[in-house]
């Protein structure tokens, strides 16, 4: 193992090291909560093209479940 640890102890770190990371992840997101205003950020970006192509991108966003109900 490198820097002569044990195989235990590498395990652990890395259990630890990961654990860590998806909780700190978890904190940020419910703190911030980034996907709240997603369509806002959307809809802005839309009015930038073209009004046909807007219209395919909408309804096919509105069927993944990603915008939903009316502008």
Do not use: C
Not at 53 to 64: F, G, N
């Amino acid at each position: 193992m490198p820097a002569g640890v044990t195989w235990g102890q590498y395990i652990s770190f890395t259990l630890a090291a990961m654990l860590s990371m998806l909780a700190g992840s978890q904190v940020v997101h419910n703190h911030y909560k980034p996907l709240v205003d997603l369509h806002i950020y959307i809809n802005k970006e839309l009015e930038n093209l073209p009004a046909n192509v807007q219209e395919k991108i909408r309804s096919e966003l509105k069927e993944e479940g990603v915008l939903k109900g009316k502008k």
